[in-house]
């Protein structure tokens, strides 16, 4: 059973930084590419970051590019997300994210990114 728990969210203030984490399990980490999505009030999912299985490859969003940075230790089957210059746009519910099948996965695209946790809540505000 896929298992993907976040944490690390919280509340920081504009230009501040925060530090995500993903623990996953009940599956081969290393064999999956793996995203971060997020989800603001009202508003649909949006795709954040990327990485692939050796992570050789990574992707961002135009509006987190420069300051996001995703990484992987795949010996302890966890992802994270570095997130640094905060913005109050940033606010939104965070969630990592494995891809549908192993070996391969179009990153940027939210939809080949099925599986996800219960998601941790990033807010930025003075």
């Known amino acids: 059973q896929v298992q993907l728990v976040e944490s690390g969210g919280g509340l920081a203030q504009p230009g501040g930084s925060l530090r995500l984490s993903c623990a996953a399990s009940?599956?081969?980490?290393?064999?999956?590419?793996m995203s971060w999505v997020r989800q603001a009030p009202g508003k649909g999912l949006e795709w954040v970051s990327g990485?692939?299985?050796?992570?050789?490859?990574?992707h961002y969003a135009d509006s987190v590019k420069g300051r996001f940075t995703i990484s992987r230790d795949d010996a302890e089957s966890t992802l994270y997300l570095q997130m640094n210059s905060l913005k109050s746009e940033d606010t939104a519910r965070y969630y990592c994210a494995r891809a549908e099948r192993s070996g391969w996965a179009r990153l940027g695209d939210v939809r080949q990114f099925p599986y996800r946790g219960q998601g941790t809540q990033v807010t930025v505000s003075s």
């Open positions: 990485i692939n299985m050796d992570s050789t490859d990574t």
């Open positions: 009940g599956f081969a980490f290393r064999t999956y590419f």
